[in-house]
């Protein structure tokens, strides 16, 4: 491999000694496959804005002027927190790094035209491995910040995806739930905020569920699709559930709880709902192009009606069948974090 690389560079060399251009790098035959271009999409994921509830949120991509506000009051009191860089030894950039990472994200959510952007939101408990999922389908490692003390990051984090100067969607990293530890008053905030953004935040258009496999659907998973129930049952907002750590189980196993969760969804599942079921690993990258496409595809679509409870004919429960992708099963691993 270093004798190619050299004797190209001695050719360059001796192109540019003639006055010639040196030699064009081959352009790849290979067409472009969906999941790579939504991978190669979902890679432009960057920081745009943090904020611990709904009215900082932007609208329509564009930051509210109280959110900014009350940054600048925040910052001025000396008490705001760094966002999604707030959890000691989380390996958050520092100093400048991280001041300059921040700083282009605000002025980004400041500047973007508005206008409705798909808004796809991941969550999941604690310890189904979120942080870890975000950062491999976004190809970068520390996009979503973990911290290393479960539930403690108590913000919902957005990062901008698509062309830098018009992006077209945005991706929201929402705290995680059922860590013990965390005092009960701030689970019942973070309850409130979290049930008031998936039944109320307009601009979603897709939920990411990330499930450990080998748990299955938690009593808290199923409450947390209460808040979005009636939203997905319409087909509103899109479901996909991301059933992680999947290289710990074989491919019986990994059959075996795609059916059960099939199993446990049929109450959301209308004509009119978008309802998926996908194993994953982040170590193997067991259906990270699955995810990637699925996202990409809500993203991309045409813009749905406007959500409405009075509208006749949503189709009964349990018409339709969730999809789920469970090939490829993946041998049996102890890594952490996937």
């Given amino acids: ?27 790849s035959s290979e067409p472009m496959t969906p999941g790579k271009r939504a991978l190669a999409w979902t890679h432009t994921a960057r920081f745009l804005t943090t904020a611990s509830q709904l009215r900082h ?42 001041a300059a990472i921040a ?9 973007l035209t508005p206008r409705q952007l798909p808004e796809i939101a991941f969550v999941g408990r604690s310890n189904a491995g979120k942080s870890t999922a975000v950062n491999t389908l976004a190809q970068q490692k520390r996009l979503a910040f ?17 062309p830098r100067d018009a992006p077209d969607a945005l991706f929201a990293d929402l705290p995680g739930y059922g860590y013990a530890a965390v005092a009960r008053d701030a689970k019942l905030r973070w309850q409130r905020v979290m049930a008031d953004y998936l039944s109320e935040r307009e601009s979603l258009s897709g939920v990411v569920l990330m499930v450990d496999s080998r748990l299955g659907l938690t009593d808290l998973d199923k409450q947390l699709l209460e808040f979005v129930s009636d939203r997905v049952t319409a087909g509103e907002v899109s479901l996909l559930v991301v059933l992680t750590k999947a290289d710990k189980l074989n491919r019986k196993e990994g059959s075996a709880i795609v059916a059960q969760v099939q199993k446990e969804l049929p109450v959301l599942a209308t004509e009119d709902s978008d309802i998926a079921i996908t194993l994953f690993s982040a170590l193997s990258k067991q259906g990270l192009e699955d995810v990637a496409e699925v996202i990409y595809d809500w993203a991309h679509r045409p813009p749905r009606e406007p959500y409405d409870e009075d509208d006749e004919g949503l189709g009964e429960a349990g018409a339709g069948e969730p999809q789920s992708s469970a090939e490829g099963g993946a041998e049996d691993a102890d890594a952490a974090g996937h």
């Avoid at 700083?103 to 500047?111: I, N, P, R, V, Y």
């Fill in 103 to 111: 700083g282009e994200g605000e002025a980004l959510a400041q500047d």
């Fill in 57 to 98: 949120l932007p609208v329509n991509g564009v930051l509210p002027a109280e959110a900014r506000a009350a940054r600048e009051a925040a910052e001025a009191a000396g008490e705001f927190d760094g966002g999604p860089f707030d959890d000691a030894g989380a390996g958050a950039p520092e100093g400048d790094a991280g």
């Fill in 146 to 162: 973990a911290s290393k003390t479960p539930g403690r990051t108590q913000h919902i984090n957005l990062f901008a995806v698509g």
């Fill in 1 to 27: 491999m270093r004798a190619k690389a050299s004797a190209k560079a001695k050719a360059d060399a001796k192109a540019r000694e003639q006055g010639l251009a040196p030699a064009a790098k081959p352009v």
